[in-house]
């Protein structure tokens, strides 16, 4: 009699959690980005190449997420969803996370009050019970219940999160190791480690791999989605608001797995059209006889066999397209700064800034480095 008012009690406790959890979901924002109340993201320290003089001028090959002190906004986090489909995903996670949580309270009651009641005394045998039909029944339901719960609202999500019949920029992003490159489509271009996209406006992307498997994850834009070679896979979302947000490679895939991420930075239309049209140009002249003088030296290098340089001789494949490198943020795929000391720390000894990556130690002197340098930071 007891133990049969514990299970209904314990099944109209699961259930009750239930319920408030299901309303959450009829909580989300509106899927219009520009309902979002979220303020906009200052851009932080790795967003903008310009801050760069506030680092401290000790950490040349400092992490870039390890040198910002504070918790900014370039900590990712699917509790701060910048999209649509990133709210989505959040709410699921809290309706989840409070019915297990309800399922764990409930579990941890009974056997406690089981504990006390029924612990073993020695001089009574507890009456035993045998093919309670009631119980059975009850026992078998209350699961079945909640798993039909959480598999209508990941289900709903899921529908929620389908990539739309037509969007209005489309991407193609395949995972290397360990380094990202971008091609837009209707667009002539290659990229590397960093995009740009427009606010309000809806994305979608092929993702692909030309070696192992990789994952796509921008936390505050949505899902993530593995990349596979020789396959595509296809994600979409609406970036919300103007910022700039980190992405990272989900899936383990080597040695600098973690050293593999790439930034958004989500712009306004007109900044994303500039973007647009700077990058399809070719690479700029070198115009400081320094940088003039490292434009001719790396065409006798090895680098045109791995890299492009639109409007140059280089025309190489296996690593990140240049023709626009000083515009970037970043290097190595968001590992370091892009910055003069930086870059010199880079070509000086790739292996030294990110072991086992696919870009040799290459000796050169330190005069023809400085060269290079100045001409790859010319490259805007
Ligand atoms: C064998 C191929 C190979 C050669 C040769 C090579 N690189 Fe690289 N390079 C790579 C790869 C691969 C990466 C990406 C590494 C990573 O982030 O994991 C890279 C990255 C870079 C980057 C950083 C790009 C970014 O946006 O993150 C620069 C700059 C660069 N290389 C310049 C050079 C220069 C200059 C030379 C010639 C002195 C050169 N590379 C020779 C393969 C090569
Ligand atoms: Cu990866």
Redesign the pocket.
């Given at each position: 009699m007891t133990r049969r008012a514990l299970l209904i009690a314990a099944a109209v406790i699961a259930l009750a959690l239930c319920l408030p959890a299901v309303a959450l979901g009829h909580e989300t924002p509106s899927p219009t980005p520009t309902s979002t109340p979220t303020p906009t993201l200052t851009p932080t320290v790795i967003a903008s190449p310009a801050s760069a003089p506030s680092a401290a001028p000790s950490p040349v090959v400092a992490p870039v997420a390890a040198s910002s002190p504070a918790q900014g906004p370039d900590t990712p986090s699917i509790l701060r969803p910048e999209s649509p489909g990133g709210a989505d995903i959040k709410t699921l996670t809290i309706q989840i996370l409070v019915i297990l949580s309800g399922v764990a309270i409930t579990v941890w009651v009974i056997l406690t009050i089981v504990i006390l009641r029924y612990r073993h005394r020695p001089e009574a045998e507890v009456r035993q019970t045998h093919g309670n039909l009631t119980i059975e029944i009850i026992w078998t339901a209350i699961p079945a219940v909640i798993i039909a719960v959480l598999f209508f609202l990941t289900i709903r999500t899921t529908g929620q999160l389908a990539i739309p019949a037509s969007t209005q920029v489309h991407f193609a992003a395949t995972g290397?190791?360990?380094?990202w490159e971008f091609e837009f489509a209707g667009a002539t271009f290659k990229t590397?480690?960093?995009i740009h996209l427009p606010a309000e406006q809806t994305v979608s992307a092929d993702l692909l791999s030309t070696d192992v498997i990789h994952s796509y994850w921008v936390p505050q834009m949505g899902g993530k989605v593995d990349m596979i070679p020789g396959h595509i896979n296809r994600i979409s979302f609406t970036p919300a608001t103007v910022g700039t947000f980190l992405g990272e490679c989900s899936e383990y895939c080597g040695h600098?797995h973690a050293?593999?991420r790439f930034l958004v930075f989500v712009d306004s239309s007109a900044d994303f059209a500039r973007w647009m049209a700077d990058e399809q140009r070719p690479a700029r002249k070198p115009t400081a006889p320094e940088a003039v003088a490292g434009a001719e030296f790396?065409t006798t290098?090895?680098?045109g066999?791995?890299?492009t340089i639109r409007g140059t001789s280089l025309a190489?494949e296996?690593?990140?397209d240049?023709t626009h490198?000083g515009s970037?943020a970043?290097?190595?795929?968001v590992?370091l700064r892009?910055t003069p000391e930086n870059?010199t720390r880079?070509?000086e000894d790739?292996q030294a800034v990110?072991p086992e990556?696919?870009?040799?130690r290459?000796q050169?002197p330190a005069d023809r480095i400085a060269q290079?340098v100045a001409y790859?930071e010319e490259l805007k």
């Open positions: 290397h190791r360990w380094w590397a480690n960093e600098q050293n593999m790396i290098m090895a680098c066999g791995c890299h190489g296996k690593g990140p240049l490198f970037r970043t290097l190595g795929a590992a892009n870059l880079w070509l790739p990110k990556n696919l870009m040799p290459i050169m290079l790859l």
